[in-house]
């Protein structure tokens, strides 16, 4: 797998490559702007022309933009999804513009609307977005931890979508703290090997682009969305080594987005680069 993790851009894209570059990362994801406000930030083609340079040269590739964690693709309130959906051409706009290859998003929650009606809400706000969607950019659903009535917990729910959507540009990303919160049990290389044939099934491992590689100490099966760093959760070292051991997955891409400062980034990836090295060692 290529191997990276979320890099803050607070310094400057050059500061972010940098970063994501000195701790061993071959990927990088970031946010293209606040991931607080529906306030999309001003598209600027000489920069990000400028951050697709850097991250050539440092030999990082692909480049996720992670969008603002207030998109809510199922709200029945227009103003909630028209925020929502500009929000998403925003980050299609900066990944065709960047050379920033997938784009990821929560779907949001369902509310108190039927889930029923939800779904068709977002399958409808996801084929208005991909109508415009440039080549060379794929738009990524997150799995979510499955509290209440979020969108996209299982496997199942998301397979539905890509099927329902039917658009090729239209991935999955499994984030494994979420899987675990939301009953995956993700620390075995059997619990694995039952994941991985389950989202075959229902999503086809074609459609999935992204993982998003989190430890976390939430029970299985707890809902809550908690990260923790790389092997000192309940996913484990075993978790992570079962799922770099899979052939069909070797392909894919992993981006960590564990907690703490830079010094945590460097021990987080230095953890999964070593588990990684010691499944490329077996014989």
Known sequence: MRIGLHVRVAGGYAQ?????????????QVFSTNPRSYRPSVVNASVLNDFAALRREAGI?????????????ASADEKILEGSVRLLESDLAVAALGGIRYVNTHLGSYGKRERHEGFTGICRALEGVLGGIAPGVSLVMENSAGAGALAGGTLEELGRFVKAVDHPQLGVCLDTAHAWAAGYEINT??????????AAETIGLDRIALF????????????RDRHW????????????????????????????ETPGSDDDDARNMQAILTIALGVAELP
């Open 16 to 28: 972010a490559v940098a970063h994501a570059k000195a701790v061993g990362a071959s990927a990088m």
């Open 61 to 73: 590739d692909p480049c996720v933009t992670h969008t603002p964690y207030l998109v809510n693709l």
């Open 189 to 198: 290389a059997a619990g694995v090997d039952r994941f991985v044939y389950e």
């Open 212 to 223: 998003h590689f989190n430890d976390t100490q939430v029970p299985l099966g707890g809902n």
């Open 229 to 256: 760093h790389i092997g000192e959760g309940n996913v484990g070292v075993e978790g992570f080594r079962a799922l770099l051991a899979r052939p069909e997955l070797r392909e894919k891409t992993a981006i960590l």
